[in-house]
């Protein structure tokens, strides 16, 4: 099983940008997906969640209202949308994905399966 996350980049504080982590090697469309970042220095966070149906997401506080996290079960994919960025939000993103639960979950334990991570840096 192997989950590839794209789409990271360099941007200025208020660009956007777009990730989206495609799986393989399994499906994925009965079991919640996520995306965690860690900044240099920090430990890992949850940013955002999916439920298997893509019903239910979870947010983390610092990124409620300018991310949006979707996915396509069809092609197996998990998204990130990212609006308006802040030199806070510069990390390595990872995408992951739970063997075990259907519902969207903030817990690193949850989950099973984890990309290698795509670095966003935003500059001020």
């Known amino acids: 099983v192997q989950l590839q996350a794209s789409g990271g980049g360099l941007v200025q504080a208020g660009d956007s940008l777009r990730l989206f982590c495609i799986a393989s090697?399994?499906?994925?469309?009965?079991?919640?997906m996520g995306w965690f970042r860690q900044a240099p220095g920090k430990e890992r966070e949850f940013v955002a969640a999916i439920s298997w149906g893509g019903g239910d997401t979870k947010y983390a506080d610092s990124v409620k209202g300018r991310f949006t996290i979707s996915r396509d079960n069809a092609k197996n994919t998990v998204y990130l949308q990212m609006n308006s960025l802040k030199p806070a939000d510069t990390a390595v993103y990872y995408c992951?994905?739970?063997?075990?639960?259907?519902?969207?979950?903030?817990?690193?334990?949850?989950?099973?399966?984890w990309g290698q991570g795509t670095q966003v840096t935003v500059s001020s």
């Open positions: 992951t994905a739970s063997g075990r639960y259907g519902g969207s979950r903030w817990d690193a334990t949850a989950y099973d399966y």
């Open positions: 090697g399994r499906t994925f469309s009965s079991n919640a």
